[in-house]
């Protein structure tokens, strides 16, 4: 019964560090209905980009407006989480490194709006060869792993200690 409640604890332990750094949600801010939610935020050439807001209300659609990009207008229709509206585009291949601003126009006359930054494509300093290894590092996305890791190795090292110390009582 310990030992399960030791692997259920441990392995609980680890989701909730690993859902602190897990990517923010895909639908709108509840807090601020007027507040386009771009995912990714930053993105390079190429990419889908999906957008999302509570602004067009219940059941509502929208056109959404990525011409500052390159991306024309596209189209936003109901999600399957409440009073959210959801669209996608492309960012163009040719599009230029740089924070360009997206904005939705709502059948019931509400707009939104939200950033979407786009990122250099290509080898800078690094070579991306596709099989890992030359992909220069991420400060955040090391210290996160780091983080999670070291917690692993603390909690078995403790549950080792334990095992170990309640095997000589018996």
């Not at 006359?109 to 080898?123: S, Y």
Request: net charge positive; with cysteine; proline share 5%.
């Amino acid at each position: 019964m310990r030992t399960t409640v030791r692997l259920f604890t441990g392995t609980a332990l680890t989701v909730a560090a690993l859902g602190a750094f897990a990517a923010p949600g895909a639908y709108a801010n509840n807090n601020n209905p007027e507040s386009l939610e771009v995912f990714p935020s930053s993105a390079s050439p190429g990419t889908t980009v999906t957008v999302n807001t509570l602004a067009c209300g219940k059941h509502g659609h929208g056109v959404g407006d990525a011409n500052s990009l390159g991306a024309g207008e596209f189209q936003l229709n109901p999600s399957t989480h409440k009073e959210v509206v959801v669209g996608q585009f492309d960012v163009p291949e040719h599009a230029k490194p740089g924070t360009y601003g997206i904005s939705v126009a709502c059948d019931n006359g509400r707009t939104a709006r939200g950033d979407l930054t786009v990122k250099h494509r290509g080898p800078s300093g690094h070579v991306q060869t596709g099989v890992g290894g030359s992909v220069g590092p991420d400060t955040a996305q090391v210290t996160a792993g780091a983080a999670v890791l070291a917690a692993a190795a603390v909690g078995g090292v403790w549950l080792l200690r334990r095992r170990a110390s309640g095997a000589q009582g018996h």
